[in-house]
T-cell receptor, first 116, second 115 residues
Framework: DAKTTQPPSMDCAEGRAANLPCNHSTISGNEYVYWYRQIHSQGPQYIIHGLKNNETNEMASLIITEDRKSSTLILPHATLRDTAVYYCIVRVATEGRGSTLGRLYFGRGTQLTVWP | GAGVSQSPSNKVTEKGKDVELRCDPISGHTALYWYRQSLGQGLEFLIYFQGNSAPDKSGLPSDRFSAERTGGSVSTLTIQRTQQEDSAVYLC?????????????FGSGTRLTVV
């Protein structure tokens, strides 16, 4: 089962920041937070991941609360091409005996619609 | 190649026939995953290969489903005696599990339609 909770849908005006929330209140100490997105008819695309510090890359920023029970993905200047389903996932950091590293649970995600 | 390649991109088959779906992972990626996505649904984990370890088959929905990964590279997902409920997009992903934490790279999927 997915260990995350996300709103089913969100809207954002083009050029504005899109802030997508995710709750992961049962996250374990060795679990990272990953974000993927899936544009219609394509395979999911990796966006960003983090453990406890905020992270930024060319696509987005990830803000993780101090207690790590929630996070926010920020698309600073949303474009029409950012319309997609965004998935927040938690997974273990290391692989070992009995690890479930391979089991990414995608849940239902958030449908982000960017409008002109 | 530069990305994960899946073939065929589309497959229409008659109920009861067997099908084989192919995945070419990114060169050097040690882990390979199969997921499927039914229309309007999320991704369902099927199977996971990591190096020479025994695969994690816990997500396979029935014994009609099987998968192999030859030489630690190409993988084939086989569905025997296909049923209409097998219709879905089958997605393959690969990743490198070494130092650090790497994301998955997904292919574009094979859209399977059982008629």
């Amino acid at each position: 089962d997915a260990k995350t909770t996300q709103p089913p849908s969100m809207d954002c005006a083009e050029g504005r920041a899109a802030n997508l929330p995710c709750n992961h209140s049962t996250i374990s100490g060795n679990e990272y937070v990953y974000w993927y997105r899936q544009i219609h008819s394509q395979g999911p695309q990796y966006i960003i991941h983090g453990l406890k510090n905020n992270e930024t890359n060319e696509m987005a920023s990830l803000i993780i609360t101090e207690d790590r029970k929630s996070s926010t993905l920020i698309l600073p200047h949303a474009t029409l091409r950012d319309t997609a389903v965004y998935y927040c996932i938690v997974r273990v950091a290391t692989e070992g005996r009995g690890s479930t590293l391979g089991r990414l649970y995608f849940g239902r995600g958030t449908q982000l619609t960017v409008w002109p | 190649g530069a990305g994960v390649s899946q073939s065929p991109s589309n497959k229409v088959t008659e109920k009861g026939k067997d099908v084989e779906l192919r995945c070419d992972p990114i060169s050097g990626h040690t882990a390979l995953y199969w997921y499927r996505q039914s229309l309007g649904q999320g991704l369902e984990f099927l199977i996971y290969f990591q190096g020479n370890s025994a695969p994690d088959k816990s997500g396979l929905p029935s014994d009609r489903f099987s998968a192999e990964r030859t030489g630690g590279s190409v993988s084939t997902l086989t569905i025997q005696r296909t049923q209409q409920e097998d219709s879905a997009v089958y997605l393959c992903a690969s990743s490198y599990h070494g130092q650090g934490n790497y994301g998955y790279t997904f292919g574009s999927g094979t859209r399977l339609t059982v008629v």
